[in-house]
Each structure stands twice: as structure tokens, then as C-alpha cells.
């Protein structure tokens, strides 16, 4: 089975200050890792995400994320926030099943950022 | 441009009544999805079909059903039986599910509000 987890339900950072949402998961296999960025009565639109190769993955709008296998984590970074990130973020993770086909995305609860001008 | 069409994006449903959500996506992907958001929540998946005249319910697939008999529309129809069907509503869809490399592509949404 796999899962990811978002700690923060919230998180309030100042503008300009650096940016941290933070995403653990679990699979029984390679993971591949996503994040999305969803704005108010908007559908997702894909961020980044990890498949192989550098840990450091940068994405849209100046986000990054780190892989961290040892600690099963992906958290979204971005060094300086702006107030137009302000949004609902979802962290993604699928693998390959035992049939050798993708599983489904499984997505994360989800957290609110909010950048304070 | 390719993508995935929602509409309506605001829909109003009347106690007892069923209601439709369009969803159509020029992208060739073989699977699409559909999830419920509930305010402030996450994505439930609540039907999804990885090919065409067929599909399998997610988690919540009571008071839904689905049709996928063309390979670009994946229609949801919230029925009577949906006892709290307020929310917002999101289709995906994905290419080929033996690849794992992909993303899910999202349509913008349809608000559903039972008056």
C-alpha cells in the first residue's frame, strides 16, 4: 500500500521569508513523488515532481523539493515567498504495482499556505 | 490547446433531483478520474476508468454513478440516492497507467449546490 502524509494543515510564513511544506510518504517500491498547487475554486495544477535521479527537483513559479530517501520525505521549498503563493498545496506519490502497472496517484490532506504581505 | 473541460462550473440541485458533470479532455489520455473536495479538505476519489466501457468505484462511489463510453468523456451523475452532495467536484485524467512517470491533469472544477 502506499500513502503520504502532510503534517501542517496550515502554515503562515512573511513575504520574502523562505518556505517549507512539509510531505512524508510510504510505498513498497521506487517511489514517484508530485506536488500540486490548487488556488480557490480552481482545479490542480502540477508543480514538480520526483522521479529518479538529483534530489533537488525545481519546479514552477520558483519552487523546489527535496528528496530525502532515508527519511521518506518531500518537502516543497521555495527561498523567498511571495503573497501570490498563498494557496492550497497537495503533496502525490504512486509506484509500480505487483502487476508491473502504475498504482493510482495517492494524494496527501492537503495544506494551506498563507504568505503575509 | 489540449486539457480537460468541466462544465458547469457552478451547478444548482434541488433535493431528490439527478444532475450531471460534464468532463471532456482532448489529451488522449487513456484513464480519468473523479474526486469530490469537501471545504478546507482533500480529494476523495469517488469513480475512475482506465479504459473505455469500463470503470471501477473509489471510495466514496455511493449516490454516484459514471459511463465511459467514449474515450475523451467521463460524465458523473450525483443521484438522489447522494445524501450530502454539496461540494466541489474534480475530474483527471492520466495517459497510459502503466507508466508511472505521469501526473494526473485536472479540470477546473464544478461546484455543486444542493438548495
Known amino acids: 500500500a502506499q500513502s503520504v502524509a502532510q503534517p501542517e494543515d496550515q502554515v503562515n510564513v512573511a513575504e520574502g521569508n523562505p518556505l517549507t511544506v512539509k510531505c512524508t510518504y510510504s510505498?513498497?517500491?521506487?517511489?514517484?513523488l508530485f506536488w500540486y498547487v490548487q488556488y480557490p475554486n480552481r482545479g490542480l495544477q502540477f508543480l514538480l515532481k520526483?522521479?529518479?535521479?538529483?534530489?533537488l527537483v525545481k519546479g514552477s513559479y520558483g519552487f523546489e523539493a527535496e528528496f530525502n530517501k532515508s527519511q521518506t520525505s518531500f518537502h516543497l521549498k521555495k527561498p523567498s515567498a511571495l503573497v501570490s503563493d498563498s494557496a492550497l498545496y497537495f503533496c502525490a506519490v504512486r509506484d509500480i504495482g505487483s502487476s508491473g502497472s502504475a498504482r493510482q496517484l495517492t494524494f496527501g490532506s492537503g495544506t494551506q499556505l498563507t504568505v503575509l504581505p | 490547446d489540449g486539457g480537460i473541460t468541466q462544465s458547469p462550473k457552478y451547478l444548482f440541485r434541488k433535493e431528490g433531483q439527478n444532475v450531471t458533470l460534464s468532463c471532456e479532455q482532448n489529451l488522449n489520455h487513456d484513464a480519468m478520474y473523479w474526486y469530490r473536495q469537501d471545504p478546507g479538505q482533500g480529494l476523495r476519489l469517488i469513480y475512475y476508468s482506465q479504459i473505455v466501457n469500463d470503470f471501477q468505484k473509489g471510495d466514496i462511489a455511493e449516490g454516484y454513478s459514471v459511463s465511459r463510453e467514449k474515450k475523451e468523456s467521463f460524465p458523473l451523475t450525483v443521484t438522489s440516492a447522494q445524501k450530502n452532495p454539496t461540494a466541489f467536484y474534480l475530474c483527471a485524467s492520466t495517459p497510459f497507467t502503466g507508466n508511472a512517470n505521469y501526473g494526473y491533469t485536472f479540470g477546473s472544477g464544478t461546484r455543486l449546490t444542493v438548495v
Open positions: 510505498v513498497s517500491g521506487n517511489p514517484y
Open positions: 520526483y522521479i529518479t535521479g538529483d534530489n
